[in-house]
């Protein structure tokens, strides 16, 4: 695998960490331009994930979104909030202090959770 340069990796994060909402990879590309190739974008937010830097969140429409990690390692991810998908804007968004709770049998481990709610965001409904 090629190696990835610091200063994009750098760069992307930076990007993903000063966003307000979720950042697909389009979005990101979008932001860029052509300094850096679409499978150079890839490899690094697949790093970022790995290295607990971000998680990536799956919208409403199948698009993989990135947001920054907070409370996550390179061993272990901790994503116990909710992501809300407006579905005017198509933005996602980390609603960070709502924690969803529920109860799976006892024989089960959760390694992974990914809660996603979906409607309108207070942006569109202003519209």
Same mark, same amino acid.
């Given at each position: 695998m090629k190696e990835i340069k610091t200063g994009s990796k750098a760069h992307i994060l930076q %990007? @993903? /960490?000063q966003s307000e909402t979720a950042l697909s990879h389009h979005d990101l590309q979008q932001i860029i331009g052509d300094a850096k190739n679409r499978v150079t974008i890839y490899r690094i937010l697949d790093k970022l994930v790995e290295e607990g830097a971000v998680h990536k969140v799956i919208d409403t429409d199948g698009i993989s979104k990135f947001a920054a990690c907070h409370q996550c /390692?390179?061993?272990?991810?901790?994503?116990?909030?909710?992501?809300?998908?407006c579905t005017q804007c198509h933005e996602v968004t980390? %609603?960070?202090?709502? @924690?969803? /709770?529920f109860e799976i049998p006892k024989n089960y481990t959760v390694l992974e959770s990914n809660f996603v709610l979906s409607g309108i965001c207070p942006a569109c409904k202003k519209l």
């Open positions: %990007l @993903i /960490s /390692s390179h061993t272990h991810h901790v994503h116990n909030h909710v992501h809300f998908s980390c %609603l960070e202090d709502l @924690i969803p /709770s």
